[in-house]
């Protein structure tokens, strides 16, 4: 199969065919009717990476029909068939975890180091559920009358209309579709435009495995035609569930469409995640602790560190602390190198919305205290360092708009009551982090903050046995741990006469 790249990279696919611009219904590769295109660019050059197919609602309307066509079938495969086909799917994606993470690598600007641990997050949870489906208990209920018998089975639920987004584009995958499938679902995915070529491959990989056709669907779609496809999918009396992860407001329009005809949503959207550094807390745990929370992925997750709240009494060392390890952590390069592990930012997009961030911040008396390197004429249209504001105010915008970006902003605390107030001092609710050590705080906390997720003297919360999610404006449901099927079945009682 020829290439389809429009640039030349370092690096040498080991099956090219991996690579592909189509979108996948009914296990056929498909271009869309009407033969429109949309660009991927590589964020570390603003280059083309190729033209993707741009399919609209009508495409979509038939990946739908093939998933519930396909859901007659799948429904009844039992659940050891239904382990070993995302056994074999796990093991094709381990296979070719380097070509995936050059995917990565391409469309979303991530260090090619960082990107073979985002498909190792993802095949963890393929891990996680295969191990999850025999699982999948009902129960026996005491009936009040003498000659009836209570239990409860759980069933899947129909077609899944999964929208992923760009930021972590293999995992994101896995968790929607591989949670549902496991549970016996058939799926519709559309993938964010900027990270279209993940999904595809991944796409590719479960066909590779023997998933059946229409099981599992890609539909490709533009920024423009996002609405037409969405319109679809939260209409169609055939989709049972969309699950979505992005923005709140474009998740509050989903699941208000999804009403509609009571479709069950699965929503993670944004945060505004809390950082707190009690004064007893031990500085250097700490620091560490916010650079993998800050930091990883360029400051682009949806569970990074946002409103940093340091104890009055530590900040000033806390600060010199973490610009030093920020010079120590980032190695700075083309992303194809190995030795690299700090990249670009998604799209020039979000640039404009970290100098919005640093100006309004300056503005009202912050200051630069800097972090990494500064930037240099090498390093990309997209790049933004790590970077410390400190003398940072509850004012800043910072406080209340995501940043989505590699700064942090210092702010100064002296209470526990206060600090947890301004923690819980947001309309969102996805993650929170702190440290301290003190036992007694530990439990009143995490107890207090309003969050779906907290980290108490941890930075990384995300893992495949963990059920991930938010409360508040943040979302409904949760991905990963046996919750994550849950979402997926409806419990049905059975009521029998003796």
């Known amino acids: 199969m020829a290439s389809i790249l429009c640039k030349k990279i370092p690096y040498t696919f080991k099956d090219i065919s991996l690579l592909d611009n189509r979108s996948f219904i009914a296990g056929q590769w498909v271009t869309?009717?009407?033969?429109e295109t949309f660009p991927v660019y590589d964020p570390e050059d603003n280059e083309?990476?190729?033209?993707?197919?741009?399919?609209?609602?009508?495409?979509?309307?038939k990946a739908v029909v093939a998933a519930q066509e396909a859901f007659k079938t799948f429904k009844n495969t039992s659940h050891r068939e239904r382990r070993w086909l995302m056994r074999r799917w796990a093991d094709m994606i381990k296979e070719n975890k380097e070509d995936l993470a050059a995917i990565c690598t391409l469309e979303l600007g991530k260090p090619f180091s960082e990107s073979l641990v985002t498909v190792k997050y993802g095949t963890d949870f393929l891990d996680w559920f295969e191990g999850a489906i025999e699982r999948q208990y009902g129960e026996t209920i005491p009936a009040a009358k003498s000659e009836n018998r209570i239990f409860t089975i759980r069933q899947p639920q129909g077609v899944v209309a999964a929208i992923t987004p760009w930021n972590s584009p293999i995992a994101m995958v896995t968790r929607k579709v591989g949670a549902a499938i496991a549970a016996?679902?058939?799926?519709?995915?559309?993938?964010a435009p900027e990270t279209s070529l993940c999904a595809i491959a991944v796409a590719k990989l479960f066909e590779r495995a023997g998933g059946p056709p229409g099981v599992f669907n890609i539909v490709t779609s533009?920024?423009?035609?996002?609405?037409?496809?969405?319109?679809?999918?939260?209409?169609?009396?055939?989709?049972?569930?969309?699950?979505?992860?992005?923005?709140?407001?474009v998740g509050r329009f989903l699941h208000a469409e999804c009403a509609k005809s009571f479709k069950k949503t699965s929503m993670e959207l944004g945060g505004n995640a809390p950082f707190i550094v009690f004064g007893d807390a031990k500085i250097d745990r700490a620091v560490e602790g916010l650079i993998s929370s800050k930091f990883r992925s360029s400051g682009q997750t949806c569970v990074c560190a946002n409103r940093i709240f340091i104890h009055s009494s530590i900040i000033e060392i806390f600060a010199s602390v973490l610009q030093k390890r920020l010079g120590e952590t980032f190695r700075y390069g083309s992303v194809w190198d190995k030795n690299v592990n700090f990249g670009p930012l998604y799209s020039n997009k979000a640039l404009e919305k970290i100098h919005a961030q640093i100006k309004d911040a300056l503005e009202k008396g912050g200051k630069i205290l800097g972090g990494g390197k500064e930037p240099s004429e090498n390093d990309g249209p997209n790049f933004f360092p790590p970077t410390i504001i400190t003398g940072a105010k509850t004012s800043m915008l910072f406080m209340e708009q995501e940043t989505f970006g590699p700064l942090a902003f210092l702010v100064p605390f002296d209470t526990d009551e206060e600090v947890i107030a301004l923690a819980n001092d947001t309309d969102v609710g996805l993650a929170a982090y702190f440290y301290t050590e003190n036992i007694s705080r530990v439990w009143k906390v995490s107890e207090a903050l309003e969050t779906g997720m907290v980290g108490v003297r941890v930075g990384l919360i995300s893992a495949c046995e963990q059920p991930f999610g938010g409360i508040k404006n943040s979302g409904t449901g949760r991905e990963g741990g046996r919750e994550a099927l849950d979402e997926y079945t409806e419990v049905k009682s059975i009521t029998v006469g003796v």
């Open 32 to 35: 869309s009717s009407t033969l």
């Open 184 to 191: 016996g679902n058939t799926v519709v995915c559309k993938p």
């Open 222 to 249: 533009s920024v423009k035609k996002a609405a037409e496809v969405g319109q679809e999918l939260t209409s169609n009396p055939f989709v049972r569930h969309l699950s979505f992860t992005g923005s709140t407001a």
């Open 48 to 61: 083309k990476v190729c033209d993707v197919a741009d399919l609209g609602r009508d495409d979509t309307r």
